[in-house]
Nanobody, 116 residues
């Protein structure tokens, strides 16, 4: 059984920074891809960023490129999303995901609110 446990909700002012996390628990995986989506009220879930176990590069949505960074700590089985220069339009529930063992697993979501 694979579980993704995300950090709690956060409130930050516009222009500020925030790091949210996603910890993998349960069975270990070898080949994987991980990333983040986000969903704002009344909008569809949108892609934010992704990375893969065998790829040194990461992919970012145009709206966050240069401001957000995905990284991982293999010792802690945790993936992070560092968010800088936050804007009110970044307010959303952020979901991490893991593609492994022929399945996509999702975290429970982290509410991020950016105040103007």
């Amino acid at each position: 059984q694979v579980q993704l446990i995300q950090s709690g909700e956060s409130l930050v002012q516009a222009g500020g920074s925030l790091r949210i996390s996603c910890a993998l628990s349960g069975r270990s995986v070898t080949s994987w891809a991980m990333g983040w989506f986000r969903q704002s009220p009344g909008k569809e879930r949108e892609f934010v960023t992704a990375t893969a176990w065998n790829d040194n590069s990461s992919t970012y949505a145009d709206s966050v490129r240069g401001r957000f960074t995905i990284s991982g700590d293999s010792a802690k089985n945790t993936v992070y999303l560092q968010m800088n220069s936050l804007k009110p339009e970044d307010t959303a529930v952020y979901f991490c995901y893991l593609d492994a063992i022929g399945h996509r697993y999702w975290g429970q979501g982290t509410q991020v609110t950016v105040s103007s």
